[in-house]
């Protein structure tokens, strides 16, 4: 009874046109942006495909039917089949189990990769953007270079340059990510800076730290957040190349990449064994490229 | 226009700080490598006093800035050192694989035009519909796809099981070294020799490999055009041109297209620097023998020399075509005027 | 120059016109090409006295010919090649080598005693990295011209500082830096005192049944009789593909787009062996694949956890199930096929056994450790296979790849723990492997033996001084018997627990024949080469 009764009570709260505080103003937008984008059947397929991965994932110790690294070697790159539902690898072990758990190191990393750079780009655009002159000037330069270089021979090359491993992997994607961000982020910065309200703030005293930190940087958040779901995806890809080139997550971890690395040798005659782990990139790239796009057309109408 | 145009001089003049920064990286990274630059020439086996010896030729043992201050040095006179792997100096390397890639990328890229705009223009029309739906989860597939993947999967259908495309590499067996390299693109090399058997030949090599780049990069072209026509449509000319009761194809293809063309050379700039590095992988893939792969090899073996020089030119290149669709926005762009 | 337009005339339809047959085996290549797919990215230099890589060293061995040569039919006696006959003096120390009179360049020229004594003098005085097979008998820049010289058109003489055993100067001089090079040809392309070498990098002037026409580094090899040699060849053109995946390599064999494929994986030579339109051609090799337990790790010093490690690992498994027909189990420093190797495998999997050896070392409960192996196939099978092994008697071991030469620098560095490599010997003498993994004089950081005793902190008296007291035994059998005696003192003390012993297999296609793979790069044959 009371479900009918409350929800649309909520809905017109939240839709009203006269909100009665700045919170409500706020959710009634929060809300409009996510009736849009439910609207979006394409954009609700990737969420829900994300969804169902990341809980495939925590949940890869209830769900695999074997130990990830367990051998058997008597048993190598066998078909799908009732004990191993998506057949075996080249050491007998069990494709299922594993790509749960590399489902685990593949978001993993995603995530990682995410909370270090936008962060870092989001302070680079801000601080240029707000501040101009020399330092805009430098902070610019050196994002340029980062730009120019190749992405997947620079991370290659500092991966190789420390040590091949998840977290060189992690940070190596992570320094040539962040470039695009405080590129976003600065010309974002740009349009706000002139504004009258930071002139309004400014005026009230405030310190520059202050204004950057929380009435710039907030406002850079929205096209922000579309960058980076369209982004998870490629740093998907470029984790799985490092690690089909050797220089990303390291054996026995089942990470998708490295697994397509050392099963590709078996392509034409099991071809399931490298497929395998192709799908599963394929599936969770094309979620978050999904989920981004649709993010897009909510959040950043230029662009639609 | 007039400040623009000085924000454009300003760009340019920009590029040599940004490559100057792009070779201290490159170098530092060189020298950090967990390799022994001198195992990468003489080999595991050398007794020590020629182990020695080669450290002293290359200079390994004076200070990184003065190491770094003579490299700059012969940069600068066009001196890019010698390769270890292949011998040769980097200049030679670089004129041989840098037109392999560039055929590649090419060849994609027009393929990618000539698919993505339709599209994107036919998405546009159509908003919304179902046939919008599809374009757009087709391209967002293309970016998806791990491009090792697709090229291996390519390999097995369209050599293995249907026999419809040639194998990996650049050219039949049979062709190789037979044709005069003028340009360095085969395509054109050979047509330039007449030989006909051989321009089909480089062309049924280059169909896998650039139609998987084409696939990668189609999404943004497509994404771009669909924006920009989107935006065009809404504008008040075309809504005078529908009002003077032009036909849909021509107000669409005339007077709204002809109006973002501008954009769309901007667009196909960026996307062809994005190229020039997407190439790595699928060099990787089909053996193709271009810049990527030289790069990746001579990375994995510590040829420093030769990874600073491919560094330097695709930096290069991507500066430059950044630089042109700067160029071109700045002053062609009759919005911009 | 040999041009398209006559291989075209020579078949009766272009390539293009017979693409189709999907799996169909007619080798679709040239008729008078034969086409080999291989990973060749490894070529630095075609220079005998640099080459040193497995690829350039191959394609010497059927450009140059040495004096000497291991006999096809026993490999581990010495048959002439360029030399129609030697005599050695008594004590050992002077060889004279008569030269046969039709052996010709590809300039016409006939090999002379004086092009023989230049390139030995050469490789000492370059001193490039394969330099040290000839030095090690004790020449230098200085002596070498008064040592080695010719004393007649076919006349070479080769005078030793000191007794050496007769058979490991033999190899020694079987092995690519051996080669003879046209002296006229070296010295017109000299360049600032380099005797040629910047020319033969990339170029060749020998005497053996091809030449090489072109060479474009990581891409191909094209080689052409060379027409004076003497020796008839079957194939007129022989062309080397650069194919780095095995895949690929497979599927050019199986579409007729390569005549012989050289690097497949073990699933992929099952496959080829299955169909009755290819066959497989076998050799052992001198390559050596083991794990190096360094000794600064305390827990890897004590002999029982040495010898732990060596019962612990499943080294029939491995072999049966990861690399059959490409590594076979080889327990001893000495690979089968070397002279004086042993034949025996004392080794196998026996937890028990090796568990009670951890208690008895006081590590019962095991202890961490890294393992640095070579990212590439099918060393990243094999060492999660030890890994797993290992973790049976407590110990957990950490991999870390790298590629070949990181893992090497690593090495050389003294910086691992546990290490899986693979040594290849450097001469068909088994001094070269006994020197590698029995001497350490000096263990200390300038060491002028740095080899791979000396890398993993391997201190062991008396098998040091065994190596020296064999190269110097002139008595063939007692030679052999040293080395029987030092291999089983390095399975019961030695940090090295050697796995695998590599077989070459090539793979030919239909109606192909006559490939002849050596126990080394140096000694393999393109001249039979055959297609009907």
Redesign the interface.
Known sequence: MSTTTTLPGLRAWLLTDTPASRAQAAWGRRYRIWRDFRANGVAMTGLVTIILLIAAALAAPLLATHNPDAQELTNRLATPSAAHWLGTDELGRDVYSRLLFGGRITLGMVVAVVLMVAPVGLAVGTIAGYLGGMTDRVMMRVTDIFLAFPRLILALAFVAAIHPGISSAIFAIALTAWPPYARLARAETLTIRGTDFIAAIRLTGATTPRIILRHVAPLCLGSLIVRVTLDMSSIILTAAALGFLGMGAQPPSPEWGAMIATARDYMLQQWWVPLMPGMAIFVASLAFNLLGDGLRDVLDPKQR | MRHRLKALAAAAASVPITLFGLVLVTFLIGRVMPIDPVIAIVGDHAPPDVMARVRLELGLDRPLLVQFGIYLNHLLHGDLGRSVMTSHSVVHDIKQFFPATLELAIVAIFVATVIGIPLGVLAATRQGSRIDTVVRVFCLAGQSVPIFLLGLLCLVIFYVKLGWAPGTGREDVIFAGTIPPVTGLLTIDTLLAGDWDAFHDALAHLAQPAGVLAYFSMAYITRMTRAFMLDALAGEYVITARAKGLSAARVVWRHAFGNISVRLVTVLALTFAGLLEGAVVTETVFSWPGIGQYLTVSLLNADMNAVLGATLVIGISYLLLNLLADAAYTLMDPRVR | ML??RH??AATAA???AT????GAAEAK??RG?A?MAKQI?DI??FDPAEA??FSNNEVDANVYRRLVAPDPHDNTKIAGDLAKSWTVSPDGTTFTFQLKTNARFPSGKAVTAEDAAYSLQRVVKL??????IITQFGFTKDNVDSLIHATGPHTLVLKLPAPQATSFVLFCLTANVGSIVEKATAVKHEAAGDMGNGWL??NTAGAGPYQMV?W?????I?MTPNPHSGIHVNTPRI?I????????Q???L??G?ADIVRDL?P??IK?VAADKNFHITQSPQGSSMYIAMNQTMPELAKPQVIQAIKWAIDYD??AK??TPNSWVVSQSFLPKGLPGALTTEPFHKDVAKAKALMAEAGLKDGFACTMDYI???PY??I???V??DLAAIGIKVT?????Q??V???T?ARTHQLAMLVWGT?YFDPNSNAQAFCANPDDSDN?????LAWRSHFVDKELTDMVTQATAELDAAKRVAIYTKMQQLSQERAPFAMLLQKISSAELGKGVSGFVIGPLPDYTKYAEIKKA
């Open positions: 041009t398209r291989l075209l272009t390539p293009l693409i189709g047959f999907a290549t040239p090409v086409v990215d630095i230099s040193y890589e001193n490039k990295t394969p330099g040290f990098k990339t072109s474009a580094a990581s891409d191909h094209n062309v593909r650069h194919v780095k995946d095995p895949s690929a497979l599927l050019l199986q579409k787009d994986t699933d992929q496959t498994a491995i199930n990861i990212s590439a196939a990243g099978d060492a999660q296979a890994q797993a991999l870390v790849a790298g590629e030469k990181q090497i620098t690593k050389r450097d060491s002028k033996l740095k080899i």
